[in-house]
Structure formats: C-alpha cells, structure tokens
C-alpha cells in the first residue's frame, strides 16, 4: 500500500496553466504506475494521464493530449500533472492513482486500489 497526498489545484482561467503534485509514502514508489484521474459532477470518474513504473512511458486521454504532460521523481516519491491551455471543460476534482507492479498501463479507475483525497481544479470561461 501507498499513501497519496494531491496538491496544487485551484480556479484559474480558460487558458491558464496549473500543476497539480501527488505526494506517495512508502519505499516501492519506483515499483507502481502512477496515474491522475478526475470527476466531473454528474460524470464517472475519468482516465487522465498515466505513467508507468517500467521506464516511464507515458499516456494520455484524447481530450488532454498536447496540453497537459504527467512526470515522475522517483527519488522524491513524486507525481506531477502539468495543465497548460486549460478549458472549462477540464473542471473537475483529481484524484492521483498507484498500482504496484503492472504488466501494462491501466486506464480503469476500478484497477486502481491506491486513491489520493482529491484537488479542485475550476476553470472558468
């Protein structure tokens, strides 16, 4: 099991650029993928961006492609979500993800069993 601890959300304009950390516990952080999911109200929880713990390739959802860019620090059990070119549509809580030791990358939010608390992010028109 790990622990998450997501920071770094807020309300910022259409256009506006914002970073969300996760902070995880624990000394197998290098062992799990790592993912960012949100929710929007009404809406089922969504794949973001994933990046895996076998050499870092990373994935996107469709929607977020060439605006936002996932990273890793192992070394600091960090998880990063840079947002750039943000829309109203992007509103929503996230929620940072781990699973340890995966064959592949998961963008099923049921295959996740480590969970953050969440970060607001709102974007207004």
């Known amino acids: 099991q790990v622990q998450l601890v997501e920071s770094g959300g807020g309300l910022v304009k259409a256009g506006g650029s914002l970073r969300l950390s996760c902070a995880a516990s624990?000394?197998?952080?290098?062992?799990?993928?790592m993912a960012w999911f949100r929710q929007a109200p009404g809406k089922e929880r969504e794949f973001v961006a994933g990046?895996?713990?076998?050499?870092?390739?990373?994935y996107y959802a469709d929607s977020v492609k060439g605006r936002f860019t996932i990273s890793r620090d192992n070394a600091k059990n960090m998880v990063y979500l840079q947002m750039n070119s943000l829309k109203p549509e992007d509103t929503a809580v996230y929620y940072c993800?781990?699973?340890?030791?995966?064959?592949?990358?998961?963008?099923?939010?049921?295959?996740?069993?480590?969970w953050g608390q969440g970060t607001q992010v709102t974007v207004s028109s």
């Open positions: 990046i895996r713990w076998t050499g870092g390739a990373t």
């Open positions: 993800a781990a699973l340890q030791y995966t064959a592949v990358i998961s963008m099923r939010a049921g295959t996740y069993d480590n």
């Open positions: 624990g000394r197998t952080f290098s062992s799990y993928d």
